[in-house]
């Protein structure tokens, strides 16, 4: 069974950055992705970004030229580098996994809520944005 825990979250003002992290255990197999997600208040649960076995990345086209998802090896921990910040970006953000799963190079990130339940979540780590 997959099991994820969040760290780096906080408060920072507008244009500032923040990493987050995600130590990762019990995902195994030649085809999984790993992702970041939030949700921000009465707003649905959406994909920020998403790295495959291969190293692919994908990223929602509010983030992109500000987010990178990264990942160590091995592959136990899950980064997302987050600069310049904006209001909008203040969500629960949460590392994902999921199995069977491949990126396709140059396509932005777009996890339709009925593909959620396909993923495994952490807990989430709060990100505060103030303007």
């Known amino acids: 069974q997959v099991h994820l825990v969040e760290s780096g979250g906080g408060s920072v003002q507008a244009g500032g950055s923040l990493r987050l992290s995600c130590t990762i255990s019990?995902?195994?197999?030649?085809?999984?992705?790993l992702g970041w997600f939030r949700q921000a208040p009465g707003k649905e649960r959406e994909g920020v970004a998403a790295i495959d076995r291969e190293g692919t990345t994908a990223y929602t086209d509010s983030v992109k030229g500000r987010f990178t998802i990264s990942r160590a090896n091995p592959e136990n921990t899950l980064y997302l580098q987050m600069n310049g910040l904006k209001a909008e970006d203040a969500a629960m953000y949460y590392c994902?996994?999921?199995?069977?799963?491949?990126?396709?190079?140059?396509?932005?990130?777009?996890?339709?809520?009925?593909?959620?339940?396909?993923?495994?979540w952490g807990q989430g780590t709060q990100v505060t944005v103030s303007s």
């Open positions: 019990g995902i195994s197999g030649n085809n999984y992705c």
């Open positions: 994902a996994a999921r199995l069977s799963c491949r990126l396709t190079a140059g396509r932005a990130l777009n996890v339709p809520t009925s593909y959620l339940a396909q993923w495994s």
